[in-house]
């Protein structure tokens, strides 16, 4: 009698989860503002940064460089990003925190965040010469703390009504989708660019820094909702 007993609860579990699983992706999107805002900024970076699949080919085609000094060249997003992620708490303890809100510092990041991946992008287009793409790539990588920051700013803001948990798992869909599909369709893009001839190397990262720019956007409309709950 265990044995068949187990069976039917860990089939009922499976099945709670599947079920918990199909209403989060069918109501994805289904909150009231902030939080729709926010899943939406998830959405745009997630889909923006997998260009990032065409750096090696892109660098090594625009500046007929060997993907071994490519390689070593983008590793410097590593160091960037590290130096980013390091600095912020201190940055924000010593001179944020005592002059602004939880909730308006992780804001802040997140707009600064979304123009640094602008004009990243807008530069990396460009990609010559080598120094000035690692100048752009260097401005791009100083985003590295929107999704912690946007994260965040999502659970603070949380309406009454939702669950944090929820948020998450939201959180965690979106960002499996946009891997899902960005990285083939930024793959697709980029030989169509290729095959073209006349069109621009640079077109796919002119395309994801109007997703920032888009992004951004919607940073301000966030502005507006916390202004407007009272948090200037």
């Known amino acids: 009698m265990a044995k068949p007993l187990c069976q039917r609860s860990l089939i009922r579990i499976l099945f709670d989860s599947w079920h918990s699983s199909y209403q989060s992706i069918t109501t994805i999107f289904a909150a009231p503002n902030p939080t729709y805002t926010v899943l939406l900024i998830f959405l745009i970076n997630g889909l923006a940064v997998r260009v990032e699949v065409l750096l090696p080919q892109y660098t090594s085609?625009?500046?007929?460089w060997p993907l071994s000094t490519v390689n070593l060249a983008l590793t410097l997003q590593s160091l960037v990003s590290a130096f980013v992620l390091l600095a912020l708490p201190t940055l924000r303890e010593r001179y944020l925190e005592p002059h602004m809100s939880t909730a308006s510092i992780d804001l802040l990041i997140i707009r600064i965040c979304l123009l640094a991946g602008t004009f990243g992008m807008i530069g990396l287009g460009f990609s010559a010469p080598?120094?000035?793409?690692?100048?752009?790539?260097?401005?791009?990588?100083?985003?590295?703390?929107?999704?912690?920051?946007?994260?965040?700013y999502g659970t603070l803001t949380l309406p009454p009504l939702e669950k944090v948990s929820e948020l998450y798992v939201r959180i965690g869909l979106i960002t499996e989708?946009?891997?899902?599909?960005?990285?083939?369709?930024?793959?697709?893009?980029?030989?169509?660019?290729?095959?073209?001839?006349g069109l621009p190397l640079g077109l796919p990262f002119w395309v994801s820094a109007s997703l920032y720019a888009t992004g951004v956007g919607c940073a301000v409309a966030l502005k507006r909702w916390l202004v407007f709950a009272g948090d200037p």
């Open 61 to 64: 085609l625009a500046l007929h």
């Open 177 to 197: 989708i946009a891997a899902l599909v960005g990285a083939p369709l930024w793959s697709t893009f980029f030989s169509l660019v290729l095959q073209r001839g």
């Open 130 to 152: 080598a120094a000035f793409l690692v100048v752009a790539l260097c401005i791009y990588t100083c985003k590295a703390g929107l999704y912690d920051s946007l994260t965040a």
